[in-house]
């Protein structure tokens, strides 16, 4: 068993685990994962842990379009039952969950499926579903998140800014420079930015390229703020705490 945990490790990070990154800002990316490792890997040592050893039926991981089955043989054992799972939990395996426990791949303090609630919350997908009623097997259902269609709709969205951008950038980017082509882009993504966040966010972008501290002052993006409202391409609206920037798309 021992060699196979390890495996069974590498086939679910490198075989069933993928990322792709999603905008939340035109300057902002976060990887969301169709399953979190960490999910999978709870439960299929789970399963692993507490299957019946003494049934035919193999431990099975049953990967669908949008969705993970686990299903494994023998249900709730010992104490645990259906009205109280996953509050209380007992061992059919305890020599073989303690080995488990030895060697960090599982914690046997019953807070698995807490955590993997917490973890698939967190990569905006359904809860597991876990059907307790089975008399001779146990299974558990994890979907994909549930905002895929919501992803879909914001990458549309966010194409659709960024090319609105981009003709505001054609149209005047011979009259700024490029430190003020950063604050539009930053104003878009946020309008309500005040020249001294637009300040920490350009020296923090700068000193990501560079590797080295840099910093612009809050008076060099105020001047730069004056200047882009000068051309007539950005303005105000509202006052100085509770107000937002609009840029002017100005015509060719």
């Known amino acids: 068993m021992y060699k196979i ?12 685990v993928t990322k792709r ?5 035109i300057l902002r990316e976060k990887d969301v994962r169709n399953y979190p490792y960490k999910v999978l890997r709870e439960l299929m040592m789970n399963a692993v842990m507490h299957r019946d050893y003494q049934a035919n039926m193999p431990t099975r991981l049953y990967q669908y379009d949008h969705h993970i089955e686990i299903m494994n043989p023998g249900g709730l054992y010992g104490q ?4 109280n799972f996953p509050h209380v939990n007992d061992y059919r395996n305890s020599v073989v969950a303690e080995m488990m426990k030895n060697l960090n791949y599982v914690n046997m303090f019953n807070h698995g499926v807490s955590e993997v609630q917490d973890l698939l ?5 359904p809860t597991a579903e876990f059907n307790v009623n089975l008399v001779t097997a146990f299974s558990v259902i994890v979907r994909e998140p549930e905002a895929a269609e919501t992803m879909q709709k ?8 960024k090319r609105e951008m981009s003709d505001v950038l054609k149209n005047v980017l011979k009259e700024i420079t490029e430190r003020q082509r ?11 930015l005040s020249a001294k966040a637009i300040s920490e966010k350009i020296s923090e972008k700068t000193s990501e390229k560079t590797s080295e501290k840099f910093t612009v002052s809050d008076r060099t993006i105020e001047n730069d703020l004056a200047q882009l409202k000068k051309k007539g391409i950005l303005a105000r609206e509202g006052g100085r705490k509770e107000g937002k920037w609009v840029i002017i798309n100005k015509k060719e």
């Open 5 to 16: 945990l390890p495996q069974l490790e590498n086939f679910i990070r490198d075989g069933i």
């Open 21 to 25: 990154p999603v905008p939340i800002s």
């Open 80 to 83: 645990a039952r259906p009205e």
């Open 121 to 125: 919350k967190e990569n905006q997908s």
């Open 154 to 161: 914001g990458d549309h969205e966010m194409d659709e800014t």
């Open 182 to 192: 950063i604050i539009l882009e930053l104003i878009v993504a946020d309008p309500f």
